[in-house]
């Protein structure tokens, strides 16, 4: 067995071994475990049943990462992405008012289209259409926007009633204050360069709702998801000639290719695997890893599954082959085992008919936020053309509670802001075409 892995992966020509494998694997599933407990949560709030989510999860990262590890020989694991989901559930779903299955519809379209780029190796001119001041406040804005999901599931922010703006939150409340110490826990953790600072974080949280009676644990510690809704196979694309329904299929391929393609460069660089021409060698392969993992999580029920910068971490330790993630995919498969103790950590605390409160998970959130804001900084502030678009696109994803709505705010900005500032040179085709789609759709919308 062991010369069969040593031949396939090429292990030593890499400087590794299954040991190694082994370790980097268990290091990056810790680091990107909390998906298990907060991509349920998240798809319960479109609609989709919890049980199915947690299994989609868990079944769809395995098979996303097996087919990284067999096809591409890269030690980058894959799950469902931060930041897809949420454009899965609160606009796809709460914000433009199609079902869950349609959303599955649209994530499996978008997988078909990725898987097809990556075919025709159209991909380059796709990447390179999107601006970088968009593509970095688009990333900036959705981290501010899981942020701000965040600090309104732990209760430290709530929306008033009244005026429906945000406000501070009951903070004398036990669970609000679970939050709190759960979020600087995770803070002190990462500071410490401690790995699985959020999982432990949670583990934390957990301890702490027990002890203070927030929650409760009932039944075996080992006991296989519940499901009273199946999601596998639920595809619905009977709107699929809805404008609403075509501009998501887009925003979602925007979203997968170039947070696959920064995860790439990212993990591939600290890896070593970028050759002397500064490209990635079987770069082909892995993106169309990432674009079959994401139309099979489809079909299984579950948003965007996507390559994760998490496995960094696992590259940190001594991670360099398709093994990494193999061992990752059998520690998700193993977690489905645990449902009881998943149903207890992601459940919520409901305080009043209709206000649910997460206050275990909803500090991984704030810290996952943080990490995602960092692109800001790659932003030309000192070009108008560039700030304005900017600045408006990752302010309007969180303030309109829409991925979709700030990032059309941004393509219309940026158009009309190079066009009239006399840069006309600087918008291609594919810009054009998305800002008239955008533009389209919210005419539709009013004259419906």
């Known amino acids: 067995m062991g010369n069969y892995l040593e031949k396939f992966f090429g292990l030593s020509e890499r400087g590794t071994s299954v040991r190694v494998e082994f370790i980097a694997g268990v290091t990056t599933f810790m680091t990107m475990s909390y998906i298990i407990f907060v991509q349920p949560i998240v798809l319960s709030h479109a609609g989709i049943d919890f049980g199915a989510a947690l299994i989609a999860t868990c079944v769809g990262s395995a098979i996303g990462s097996i087919i990284m590890g067999l096809l591409a020989n890269y030690p980058i694991a894959l799950a469902p992405g931060m930041g897809e989901n949420f454009f899965f559930s609160y606009t796809v779903v709460k914000g433009m008012g199609l079902s869950w299955q349609s959303a599955l519809a649209i994530v ?32 900036t804005g959705i981290g501010l926007f899981i942020t701000l999901i965040g600090l309104i599931q732990s209760g430290i922010i709530k929306i008033n009633s009244g005026t429906h703006l945000p406000q501070l939150g009951d903070i004398h409340r036990t669970e609000v204050l679970i939050s709190i110490l759960g979020l600087f826990f995770m803070a002190i953790l990462l500071a410490r360069r401690i790995k699985g600072s959020i999982l432990i974080g949670i583990i934390f949280s957990t301890i702490l709702s027990l002890l203070l009676g927030v929650v409760k644990f009932e039944g075996p510690v080992i006991s296989l998801p519940e499901v009273k809704e199946p999601a596998f196979l639920k595809l619905d694309f009977s709107n699929f000639f809805d404008i609403s329904f075509q501009v998501a299929v ?49 079909l299984l029920g579950t948003s965007t599954v996507t390559a994760y910068i998490e496995s960094a971490s696992g590259v940190a330790v001594g991670g360099r082959t398709g093994l990494t993630p193999i061992f990752v995919a059998l520690f998700f498969l193993i977690s489905l085992l645990f449902y009881p103790v998943v149903k207890l950590v992601g459940g919520g605390v409901e305080i009043q008919p209709g206000y649910v409160l997460y206050p275990i998970t909803a500090p991984a959130l704030i810290i996952v936020g943080s990490m995602m804001v960092k692109p800001i900084t790659n932003i030309n502030w000192e070009d108008p053309t560039d700030a304005i678009p900017g600045f408006i696109t990752m302010l309007g994803i969180p303030l309109t509670f829409s991925i979709a709505d700030g990032i059309a705010l941004g393509f219309t900005s940026y158009t009309i802001v190079k066009l009239l500032g006399g840069r006309t040179k600087e918008i291609n085709l594919i810009i054009l075409i998305l800002t008239l789609v955008f533009l389209a759709r919210y005419v539709f919308i009013a004259l419906k």
């Open 250 to 298: 887009l925003v979602f391929l925007y979203m997968v290719l170039f947070d696959t393609v920064g995860t790439l460069i990212g993990v591939g660089q600290a890896a070593g695997l970028v050759g002397k021409d500064g490209k990635l060698p079987r770069a082909e392969k892995a993106l169309l890893s990432d674009a079959l993992g994401t139309t099979f999580g489809a």
């Open 108 to 139: 499996f379209l978008s997988g078909v289209l990725f898987s097809i780029l990556s075919l025709v190796k159209l991909r380059e001119a796709v990447i390179d259409a999107m601006p970088s001041c968009l593509r970095n406040s688009i990333a």
